[in-house]
């Protein structure tokens, strides 16, 4: 323990002596509170739940063992205090063992959920005690256990008294483990801090381009690791779709030949595009002779005195980036002259581009360029907001409101909104004046998520809600977030419509026993998060609460290291199941035969095409997947059509 508290001391020393940044600051108060920490006997967080009141004597008695130190900390199930749980969180980076003491007839409030899965996340010991009758299954331990993927040691005890007697025999009984548990954990913490030291080190010396071209190669890397399933795509096509589904005062200017302007992938609902995109119209001449730079400059200089929006996005494209035409400076000079903000954006088709680095690279630069244009309504936009998940969570297409916001509506809670593919440019531009943003998958943003966390922003990473479980995380998700009544309502009426979809699954189970399904992945070039999130896997895990057999068919994927590692990540996500390389649609139709699969996932265009398959739309998969079907699981599977359970999309039933 010494050791660690020298090393954090030094470490401390050497952060006081940098530039004074938001980073640093939170860097230096954190080293200070661990190093006090690391300094003192072995310390254990004690969570006591509000509605166990009486039992904060339990900590207090406990507290009399000169041993350690127990830090206390009171966790509402009612109206949330976001100090509480701050400190709490804080204090359980240093814990050595964390005790949750509460009622065990009532569920766990979300905040102490999220407390026992952060434990749980960084190994911290944790060990339950409760009020109650031994021969019950407690609610508290079962939500408990769900939420921790395991059960954790519980002791249970009839009165307060019982309850505090067992604690502290408990406790006595294992202090002897507790020291070198604490002086481990300090070292570990040690290092890590000297690693983020070092970063931070190396960061205050370079400059603006050095740091620009680290987040650059990082961001490649990202791709690289959330591409491996999903299909690639041309940036320009992937900038240019995302920008005319966006609605808002802006301007998008594609240079490249007119050919190029129709590299983009929209439907009848977008927003209209007369008005709002132009092009330079380059010829072979114009690329050869070095005039595009002066084409782009007369149309930027013309659009920003007849039509005057908020800002312009510039695309480019292959041959002006293999010309190196110089774009960037042009753009600059328009936005001096004229005063409109112009996003100038490399875009091509040159290079592998997954998905997610096209989606993360456009709402970067619209979150930037909009705030820049001062298009944020009021620039103090709090609240949670929830960044790329399906549109169908507060949109049904019908004119109705989505599940999400039927849910949020019902209980009353205010001020979370959606913002994601089809959100107004104002709507982007308030993103970092959020409090918190829930994410499907980091990956998918991980440039603009590090740019929302330098300016305060708590991230929070939430599956898409559908299936039962993944939906119910998810509300919890939101509730502990929120840490208020309408936060607690929201947490109630999850588990409500939780055991309600439970009761309705049990019901239609026989429907579908000895039912093969085969999930499609990578058949989409949509550049939508949320058919990207998880590999686009986020379906697949909620088809477990239907007890179905799963066979996947990734397109494009059929050279064996490539199938390998496919496999290895959609093991990792949900578990071992076969996995099939499709080449193309006829490769498709013969798999579904030799395998004697009965329902297909899969992009609707692959069942159309091939001609032999019934389109039975019962089950509408998140990101535009049609249900494809053939064989008596047809009849078997149309008789979940028109229900709601919890899942925003996704197999859907109703008892």
């Given at each position: 323990?010494?050791?660690?508290?020298?090393?954090?001391?030094?470490?401390?020393?050497?952060?006081?002596?940098?530039?004074?940044?938001?980073?640093?600051?939170?860097?230096?108060a954190?080293?200070?509170?661990?190093?006090?920490?690391?300094?003192?006997?072995?310390?254990?967080?004690?969570?006591?739940?509000?509605?166990?009141?009486?039992?904060?004597?339990?900590?207090?008695?406990?507290?009399?063992a000169?041993?350690?130190?127990?830090?206390?900390?009171?966790?509402?199930?009612?109206?949330?205090?976001?100090?509480t749980?701050?400190?709490?969180?804080?204090?359980?980076?240093?814990?050595?063992?964390?005790?949750?003491?509460?009622?065990?007839?009532?569920?766990?409030?979300?905040?102490?959920?999220?407390?026992?899965?952060a434990?749980?996340?960084?190994?911290?010991?944790?060990?339950?005690?409760?009020?109650?009758?031994?021969?019950?299954?407690?609610?508290?331990?079962?939500?408990?256990?769900?939420?921790?993927?395991?059960?954790?040691?519980?002791?249970?005890?009839?009165?307060?008294?019982?309850?505090?007697?067992?604690?502290w025999?408990?406790i006595?009984?294992?202090?002897?483990?507790?020291?070198?548990?604490?002086?481990?954990?300090?070292?570990?913490l040690?290092?890590?801090?000297?690693?983020?030291?070092?970063?931070?080190?190396?960061?205050?010396?370079?400059?603006?381009?050095?740091?620009?071209?680290e987040?650059?190669?990082?961001?490649?890397?990202?791709?690289?690791?959330?591409?491996?399933?999903?299909?690639?795509?041309?940036?320009?096509?992937?900038?240019?779709?995302?920008?005319?589904?966006?609605p808002?005062?802006?301007?998008?200017?594609?240079?490249?030949?007119?050919?190029?302007?129709?590299?983009?992938?929209?439907?009848?609902?977008?927003p209209?595009?007369?008005?709002?995109?132009?092009?330079?119209?380059?010829?072979e001449?114009?690329?050869?002779?070095?005039?595009?730079?002066?084409r782009?400059?007369?149309?930027?200089?013309?659009?920003?005195r007849?039509?005057?929006?908020?800002?312009?996005?510039?695309?480019?494209?292959c041959p002006?980036?293999?010309?190196h035409?110089?774009?960037?400076?042009?753009?600059?000079?328009?936005e001096?002259?004229?005063?409109?903000?112009?996003?100038a954006?490399?875009?091509?088709?040159?290079?592998?581009?997954?998905?997610?680095?096209?989606?993360?690279?456009?709402?970067?630069t619209?979150?930037?360029?909009?705030?820049?244009a001062?298009?944020?309504?009021?620039?103090?936009?709090?609240?949670?907001?929830?960044?790329?998940?399906?549109?169908?969570?507060?949109?049904?297409?019908?004119?109705?409101?989505?599940e999400?916001?039927?849910?949020?509506?019902?209980?009353?809670?205010?001020?979370?909104?959606?913002?994601?593919v089809?959100?107004?440019?104002?709507?982007?531009?308030?993103?970092?004046a959020?409090?918190?943003?829930?994410?499907?998958?980091?990956?998918?943003?991980?440039?603009?998520?590090?740019?929302?966390?330098?300016?305060?922003?708590?991230?929070?990473?939430?599956?898409?809600?559908i299936?039962?479980?993944?939906?119910?995380?998810?509300?919890?998700?939101?509730?502990?977030?929120?840490?208020?009544?309408?936060?607690?309502?929201?947490?109630?009426a999850?588990?409500?419509?939780?055991?309600?979809?439970?009761?309705?699954?049990?019901?239609r189970?026989?429907?579908l026993?000895?039912?093969?399904?085969?999930?499609?992945?990578?058949?989409?070039v949509d550049?939508?998060?949320a058919?990207?999130?998880?590999?686009?896997?986020?379906?697949?895990?909620?088809?477990?609460?239907?007890?179905v057999?799963?066979?996947?068919?990734?397109?494009?994927?059929?050279?064996?290291?490539?199938?390998a590692?496919?496999?290895?990540?959609?093991?990792?996500?949900?578990?071992?199941?076969?996995?099939?390389?499709?080449?193309?649609?006829?490769?498709?139709?013969?798999l579904?035969?030799?395998r004697?699969?009965?329902?297909?996932?899969?992009?609707?265009?692959?069942?159309?095409a091939?001609?032999?398959?019934?389109?039975?739309?019962?089950?509408q998969?998140?990101?535009?997947?049609?249900?494809?079907?053939?064989?008596?699981?047809?009849?078997?599977?149309?008789?979940?059509?028109?229900?709601?359970?919890?899942?925003?999309?996704?197999?859907?039933?109703?008892?």
């Amino acid at each position: 323990m010494l050791d660690a508290a020298n090393i954090l001391a030094k470490i401390l020393a050497a952060a006081r002596k940098l530039p004074d940044t938001p980073a640093v600051r939170r860097f230096v108060a954190a080293v200070e509170r661990e190093t006090a920490v690391a300094q003192g006997p072995p310390r254990v967080l004690v969570a006591v739940e509000a509605g166990a009141a009486d039992a904060v004597s339990i900590a207090a008695q406990l507290d009399g063992a000169k041993a350690w130190k127990a830090d206390i900390s009171a966790i509402p199930e009612g109206p949330g205090d976001e100090t509480t749980r701050e400190r709490a969180l804080a204090a359980l980076e240093t814990a050595a063992w964390l005790i949750l003491v509460g009622d065990g007839r009532q569920p766990p409030s979300p905040l102490t959920l999220e407390l026992a899965v952060a434990a749980h996340g960084q190994a911290v010991p944790v060990v339950v005690f409760l009020v109650g009758q031994k021969d019950e299954a407690p609610p508290f331990s079962r939500l408990l256990a769900r939420a921790l993927g395991e059960d954790a040691p519980t002791q249970v005890a009839e009165d307060v008294r019982a309850l505090a007697d067992t604690a502290w025999t408990y406790i006595t009984d294992r202090l002897s483990e507790l020291a070198p548990r604490h002086g481990q954990r300090m070292a570990r913490l040690a290092a890590k801090r000297r690693e983020e030291l070092a970063a931070l080190v190396a960061a205050s010396r370079r400059d603006a381009d050095a740091q620009a071209e680290e987040e650059r190669f990082w961001l490649r890397q990202e791709a690289r690791r959330t591409g491996r399933i999903g299909q690639p795509g041309c940036s320009l096509s992937g900038m240019l779709t995302l920008a005319l589904k966006t609605p808002g005062d802006f301007a998008v200017v594609v240079h490249a030949d007119r050919d190029c302007v129709t590299a983009v992938k929209l439907n009848p609902y977008a927003p209209p595009v007369l008005g709002r995109l132009y092009c330079t119209n380059l010829d072979e001449a114009d690329i050869v002779t070095g005039r595009s730079a002066e084409r782009l400059a007369q149309c930027l200089a013309a659009l920003a005195r007849e039509r005057r929006p908020r800002f312009i996005l510039l695309l480019t494209s292959c041959p002006v980036i293999v010309a190196h035409d110089p774009f960037r400076e042009v753009a600059g000079r328009a936005e001096a002259e004229t005063g409109v903000p112009v996003a100038a954006v490399a875009t091509h088709g040159l290079g592998h581009f997954a998905q997610a680095q096209i989606v993360d690279l456009f709402a970067r630069t619209l979150v930037e360029t909009a705030e820049r244009a001062g298009m944020a309504a009021n620039g103090k936009a709090s609240g949670v907001r929830l960044l790329g998940f399906p549109e169908v969570l507060f949109d049904d297409g019908r004119g109705g409101a989505g599940e999400a916001a039927r849910l949020l509506g019902e209980t009353g809670v205010e001020n979370v909104r959606s913002v994601g593919v089809g959100s107004a440019a104002e709507e982007w531009a308030e993103l970092p004046a959020a409090k918190a943003v829930v994410v499907p998958d980091r990956a998918l943003f991980a440039g603009l998520l590090a740019r929302l966390e330098a300016r305060g922003a708590r991230i929070l990473e939430a599956a898409p809600p559908i299936g039962i479980e993944a939906s119910l995380s998810f509300y919890l998700a939101i509730a502990s977030l929120l840490g208020n009544e309408q936060g607690q309502a929201l947490a109630q009426a999850a588990r409500a419509l939780e055991a309600e979809a439970r009761k309705a699954v049990e019901f239609r189970r026989a429907d579908l026993d000895n039912l093969k399904v085969g999930y499609g992945l990578g058949m989409f070039v949509d550049f939508n998060p949320a058919t990207l999130a998880s590999d686009g896997l986020a379906e697949a895990r909620a088809l477990a609460d239907y007890g179905v057999a799963v066979e996947y068919l990734i397109q494009g994927v059929t050279a064996p290291e490539k199938l390998a590692e496919a496999r290895r990540r959609i093991a990792a996500a949900v578990g071992d199941a076969p996995c099939h390389g499709v080449r193309d649609i006829a490769t498709l139709d013969d798999l579904v035969a030799k395998r004697g699969l009965s329902l297909i996932l899969a992009a609707e265009h692959m069942g159309v095409a091939a001609g032999r398959w019934p389109l039975a739309p019962c089950c509408q998969a998140a990101g535009g997947n049609a249900t494809a079907m053939r064989g008596p699981a047809a009849g078997a599977a149309g008789k979940t059509r028109g229900g709601r359970a919890i899942g925003a999309a996704g197999i859907r039933f109703k008892g």
